[in-house]
């Protein structure tokens, strides 16, 4: 399996007419490229393109044997450029939103010299990412997975990202303040409720649930950088997929809510798919259970296993079989 970090050099002019030089950089699991079909992965938010192996963010999805089979595709993620884990930083990052990060991935595709995916999967800010590319590129990919995520940022995300706006500008530590905030947000008040349930730390002299609030903030704060997490968080603010456009989308859609999801509420998930299935027949929704929130699709690993390993198996069951069509489109609706 290869997976250290690669590098494509790209010029890229972005939607402030300002001329860049982009590291684009990623990495590739699994088999190598043009001897399997190619599943591009769009990270997350404070993720990177490491989404497999023993410290892979992915890794209970992606891998041998797992319902991503590295055995069988080659898996590929790119970094978003400005995350810092190439330790590349953008220091105007107002100056990108997720439609130039969109470019520079196909931009990426290109340079690989790859034309078509099997698959683009990618959870919240990545999923956004992929609306985008798909907007640009209808016939890139067979199957398109939005996990989390919708495309368009509505307006109570918006509000969301502008509190953490704010945390970010100030002056006593910023990063972890905002993280604070934003695992509320990640979260819900049953999943807290019912993991800490008031229990006091003496030796501490807090709350067990303050306590695990701090440890994040400093966590991220020990492995990301404050220039990265305002870009991040600025193109989560700013996902905005021209709406005209999604119906053209060649791909066999499969969007996938959390139901208790605070981010991306089920519902707007749901608007979305109620709005396309009028006028695609390739689109289907799929909703986690989970007390969780938007981290679920970090954590119900079982659900969400099952959701994708019925996605594929309907795209081959499909191709050997056309005639049994309709009867997989209305046990997977």
């Given at each position: 399996?290869?997976?250290?970090?690669?590098?494509?050099?790209?010029?890229?002019?972005?939607?402030?007419?300002?001329?860049?030089?982009?590291?684009?950089?990623?990495?590739?699991?699994?088999?190598?490229?043009?001897?399997?079909?190619?599943?591009?992965?769009?990270?997350?938010?404070?993720?990177?393109?490491?989404?497999?192996?023993?410290?892979?963010w992915w890794k209970q999805?992606?891998?041998?044997?797992?319902?991503?089979?590295?055995?069988?595709?080659?898996?590929?993620?790119?970094?978003?450029?400005?995350?810092?884990?190439?330790?590349?930083?953008?220091?105007?990052?107002?100056?990108?939103?997720?439609?130039?990060?969109?470019?520079?991935?196909?931009?990426?595709?290109?340079?690989?010299?790859?034309?078509?995916?099997?698959?683009?999967?990618?959870?919240?800010?990545?999923?956004?990412?992929?609306?985008?590319?798909?907007?640009?590129?209808?016939?890139?990919?067979?199957?398109?997975?939005?996990?989390?995520?919708?495309?368009?940022?509505?307006?109570?995300?918006?509000?969301?990202?502008?509190?953490?706006?704010?945390?970010?500008?100030?002056?006593e530590e910023p990063l972890?303040?905002?993280?604070?905030h934003a695992m509320l947000?990640?979260?819900?008040?049953?999943?807290?409720?019912?993991?800490?349930?008031?229990?006091?730390?003496?030796?501490?002299?807090?709350?067990?649930?303050?306590?695990?609030?701090?440890?994040?903030?400093?966590?991220?704060?020990?492995?990301?950088?404050?220039?990265?997490?305002?870009?991040?968080?600025?193109?989560?603010?700013?996902?905005?997929?021209?709406?005209?456009?999604?119906?053209?989308?060649?791909?066999?859609?499969?969007?996938?809510?959390?139901?208790?999801?605070?981010?991306?509420?089920?519902?707007?998930?749901?608007?979305?798919?109620?709005?396309?299935?009028?006028?695609?027949?390739?689109?289907?929704?799929?909703?986690?259970?989970?007390?969780?929130?938007?981290?679920?699709?970090?954590?119900?690993?079982?659900?969400?296993?099952?959701?994708?390993?019925?996605?594929?198996?309907?795209?081959?069951?499909?191709?050997?079989?056309?005639?049994?069509?309709?009867?997989?489109?209305?046990?997977?609706?």
């Amino acid at each position: 399996m290869k997976t250290e970090l690669n590098y494509i050099n790209l010029s890229y002019q972005n939607h402030s007419q300002k001329e860049c030089h982009i590291p684009l950089t990623y990495q590739i699991f699994g088999k190598d490229l043009f001897t399997a079909p190619v599943i591009l992965v769009n990270h997350a938010l404070t993720g990177n393109s490491n989404v497999s192996g023993e410290k892979g963010w992915w890794k209970q999805l992606i891998g041998d044997q797992q319902v991503i089979d590295t055995n069988t595709y080659t898996v590929l993620c790119f970094n978003i450029p400005g995350n810092g884990y190439d330790h590349f930083l953008i220091d105007h990052y107002e100056d990108f939103t997720p439609s130039d990060i969109a470019e520079i991935f196909l931009k990426g595709l290109e340079a690989l010299h790859i034309k078509n995916l099997y698959a683009i999967i990618g959870g919240s800010l990545g999923g956004g990412i992929a609306w985008e590319m798909l907007a640009k590129q209808p016939q890139l990919a067979e199957i398109f997975i939005p996990v989390a995520c919708d495309f368009r940022t509505h307006d109570w995300l918006h509000a969301q990202c502008l509190v953490q706006k704010f945390l970010l500008n100030g002056n006593e530590e910023p990063l972890q303040k905002a993280r604070i905030h934003a695992m509320l947000c990640y979260r819900t008040p049953q999943s807290l409720n019912d993991r800490f349930q008031n229990r006091y730390l003496k030796e501490n002299e807090r709350l067990e649930s303050e306590d695990w609030l701090v440890y994040h903030g400093n966590s991220l704060n020990d492995r990301f950088s404050l220039s990265s997490y305002k870009l991040m968080n600025h193109l989560l603010m700013n996902i905005n997929t021209d709406e005209n456009k999604l119906e053209k989308i060649s791909a066999r859609m499969h969007l996938i809510a959390v139901d208790t999801d605070l981010f991306f509420p089920a519902s707007e998930i749901r608007m979305c798919f109620e709005k396309l299935k009028d006028k695609k027949k390739e689109v289907f929704y799929h909703e986690i259970q989970s007390i969780h929130g938007h981290d679920a699709f970090l954590m119900e690993y079982k659900q969400l296993n099952n959701i994708i390993n019925n996605i594929f198996r309907m795209k081959e069951s499909e191709s050997e079989t056309p005639s049994d069509n309709n009867k997989q489109k209305v046990k997977n609706r």
